[in-house]
């Protein structure tokens, strides 16, 4: 993976930067040709003027011309008195010097002397025509007769009589071709160096890439392998940063799960283990009581009796059983629906009241009720919340103390509902408390002897069913049960 990014990104690089001397180069060319042209064409125009002005003194017989004693005019007189001058003009302008009379007539220096009467390539005539017009013209199209790329610039011969010739400048353009050479060859090494930069930075980047990669592959084929604990110990503010924050967040909720399923298994093994349980006394003594009385084994009526008594109680506690583990399997499905409607709590209370009465008498209670004199109306379902409420007023008539005090309020908050209820006994360890929820969760007290331990576990599901938050507190020999809507 590190070598197929670093040929990426190089090859990446490479593209761009080729692209980009490609273009730049060509640019380049471009503006320096017509850059270097037009600084050549005005020193040539300047040289070219100042030439015409010294020839046109010389046809006006006037300053130099009077000077070196040299004759007059060129228009009528052929090459005049300044044929000396002509000698050296090429060496004194720095290019081929052509003169050119109105009858289209060239003049011009050579090694061996002055030559006259030479004749004008077929595509010099525009410049020559425009140049005789008292235009200052400019053209390459002396560049075959010269046998070389030539620049050329024309000047008019002004003189007083009007224009009487014309001065061609000739300067070969071949050294600005050099220059171009130079500058595309220094553009190329420059090209050069970019590109063992760009390589360098290019596995440079490519490890600042697959560094956080590489852990960030490892720490997620340590999940695929099953070992939630891996990190990518990445820690960056990028979108790398944010991948390996992700990967990590993910690490964590992979820990919980697991460990929420290893609660989960234990749960259902203990599940099956306490309904075993619960399930193998009843039926054991249901059974030990049928084979004595099939046996024969006892005879008389008071026995006999005593076995059937003993018979239905276990069966009974097989029924609440059953219907408490349906309960709680109902409950704890999401699919099972609740007959929601607008309860009054009062009334729900009023109601479990009167059920309990009963059994609070057997053990000579002091049973109070205290309701608000305003409606309570709560979002729930009617049978599960009188459900609830008897789960606790049971449990707390069966732990209250004899000739105790069970106390059932419910109060109006600014914030919901309150249900307490309170009863004198022991108090419940605090250890214990977190437990009491747990299904099958029972203490080995005397009066817990014939109950399930399903009881609380569906009270907190018919709670959690209402949102509603259930609790207990225990102190100084009294407990009490919340539920909080």
Known sequence: MNKKIVWKLVASFAAVLLLFTAILGTVFVSMFRKHTIAINRSSMEKRAVSIAETLALYENGEGAAQQFGMGMGMGHHGMGGYGAYLRFL?????????????????????????????????????????????EITY????SGLLNAPTLTVGVPIRTA??????????????????????????LGAGAVIALVLAGMAAVWLSYRFTNPLRRMNDAAGCLAEGDYTAKTGVNQTDEFGQLAQTIDLLSERLT?????QEALDKMKQDFVANVSHELRTPVAVLRGSLEVLRDETINTPEEISEYYDQMLAESRHLERLVNDLLDLSRLQDDQFSLNVDEVNLCHVLWDTQRSIRRSAKE?????????????????????????????????????CKQQGTVELTLEKKKDGCLITVTNDGEE????????????????????????????????????DRHYAQIGVESSNGVTTFFVKF
């Open 90 to 134: 090429d060496q004194v302008a720095m290019a081929t010097v052509w003169i050119v009379d109105n009858d289209r007539n060239l003049i011009s220096a050579s090694h061996d002397g002055i030559t006259s009467g030479g004749e004008l390539p077929e595509n010099a005539e525009m410049i020559i025509s425009r140049v005789l017009k008292g």
């Open 363 to 399: 053990k000579e209670l002091q049973f109070l009720v205290n309701c608000p004199g305003e409606e309570c109306i709560v979002n729930g379902d009617y049978g599960r919340l009188r459900q609830l409420i008897l789960i606790l007023l049971d449990n707390a008539v069966k732990f």
């Open 428 to 463: 419940i360890p605090a250890e214990t408390i977190p437990h009491l929820f747990d299904r099958f969760y029972k203490t080995n007290s005397l009066q817990n002897r014939s109950g399930t331990g399903l009881g609380l576990a569906i009270a907190k599901q018919i709670a």
């Open 139 to 142: 053209g390459e199209e002396f």
């Open 256 to 260: 919980e799960a697991r460990k929420q």
């Open 161 to 186: 009589d009007g224009i009487s010739g014309a001065v061609l400048l000739h300067s070969p353009v071949s050294g600005v071709n050099e220059a171009v050479l130079q500058g595309l060859f220094a």
